[in-house]
């Protein structure tokens, strides 16, 4: 488990770096089943755990908060395309 340190505050603008808000613990994720359930649509042609729209959305998020972090203001979604 992550140091509180390293979590994730809650609040505009809040990062680990600048402090403030609500920490929020970091939840640990389960990699070998989201693996096995790729393997499985692969496998039988079922529909995947993430869709590509799904995929695309989280890098959309990611990219927000990277700009955001590097220029250190809110970056709405439809910048980090």
């Not at 390293?6 to 920490?23: D, F, K, M």
């Not at 929020?24 to 039988?44: F, K, N, S, W």
Request: hydrophobic content about 45%.
């Amino acid at each position: 488990m992550e140091p509180e340190a390293a979590w994730g505050r809650l609040g505009a603008g809040e990062s680990p770096l600048t402090g403030g808000g609500e920490p929020v613990r970091t939840l640990p994720g389960d990699y070998p089943a989201y693996y096995a359930a790729i393997a499985e649509a692969l496998r039988t042609g079922g529909r995947p755990p993430v869709t590509a729209l799904e995929a695309a959305a989280a890098l959309r998020v990611l990219e927000a908060a990277r700009l955001s972090a590097a220029e250190g203001r809110t970056v709405v979604l439809e910048e980090a395309r």
